[in-house]
T-cell receptor, first 114, second 111 residues
Framework: EPEVTQTPSHQVTQMGQEVILRCVPISNHLYFYWYRQILGQKVEFLVSFYNNEISEKSEIFDDQFSVERPDGSNFTLKIRSTKLEDSAMYFC????????????FGEGSRLTVL | GEDVEQSLFLSVREGDSSVINCTYTDSSSTYLYWYKQEPGAGLQLLTYIFSNMDMKQDQRLTVLLNKKDKHLSLRIADTQTGDSAIYFCAERETGFQKLVFGTGTRLLVSP
């Protein structure tokens, strides 16, 4: 069964460092998303991406964040200068535009900022 | 903006039914979803309901939707220890592709 894959599963970084989280969405999906979940809190929407551009972003997704689809398969989230409060689980998801709109999630990348 | 609320914790005994509740604010939601998150794993879709339905049954799962009160519930019959997880309610607003998630309800099933 096709699945969304994310790397790394866990990354530890120093405050101020750049981090890139990678995702390979399901191959025929057209919408891509990043969500994050701070420990014990809600799953929060960060950004959606369609047709090679951001279609929607939340207030959390400030100038420190960027997304890219550098080739036909990868979808990346970059955090330019990490802060302590960026520590969270980051989930990538993808979907097709039609039907139920179900999002298919990866297993997440845990980011720990020290 | 949209807001989805759930109770944080539910504890049941194996074999009992579990009912997890969710309230949402967006009256233009088209689909509502229940996702399950097991420890250390991603979110897995359990079931969904279209906003013009009142009820949907899928094996041990029953979803009830009260559009007037903007209330959604998930009933798990004959709850098993393997059902222990966090359950997230989510809504999708008309014309938008993103889902808005609730706080999640941690279900603990004891033998």
């Amino acid at each position: 069964e096709p699945e969304v894959t994310q790397t790394p599963s866990h990354q530890v970084t120093q405050m101020g460092q750049e981090v890139i989280l990678r995702c390979v969405p399901i191959s025929n999906h057209l919408y891509f998303y990043w969500y994050r979940q701070i420990l014990g809190q809600k799953v929060e929407f960060l950004v959606s991406f369609y047709n090679n551009e951001i279609s929607e972003k939340s207030e959390i997704f400030d100038d420190q964040f960027s997304v890219e689809r550098p080739d036909g398969s990868n979808f990346t989230l970059k955090i330019r200068s990490t802060k302590l409060e960026d520590s969270a689980m980051y989930f990538c998801a993808s979907t097709i535009p039609e039907g139920t709109g179900e999002l298919f999630f990866g297993e997440g990348s845990r980011l720990t900022v020290l | 903006g949209e807001d989805v609320e759930q109770s944080l914790f539910l504890s049941v005994r194996e074999g009992d039914s579990s009912v997890i509740n969710c309230t949402y604010t967006d009256s233009s939601s088209t689909y509502l979803y229940w996702y399950k998150q097991e420890p250390g794993a991603g979110l897995q879709l359990l079931t969904y309901i279209f906003s013009n339905m009142d009820m949907k049954q899928d094996q041990r799962l029953t979803v009830l939707l009260n559009k007037k009160d903007k209330h959604l519930s998930l009933r798990i019959a004959d709850t098993q220890t393997g059902d222990s997880a966090i359950y997230f309610c989510a809504e999708r607003e008309t014309g938008f592709q993103k889902l808005v998630f609730g706080t999640g309800t941690r279900l603990l099933v004891s033998p």
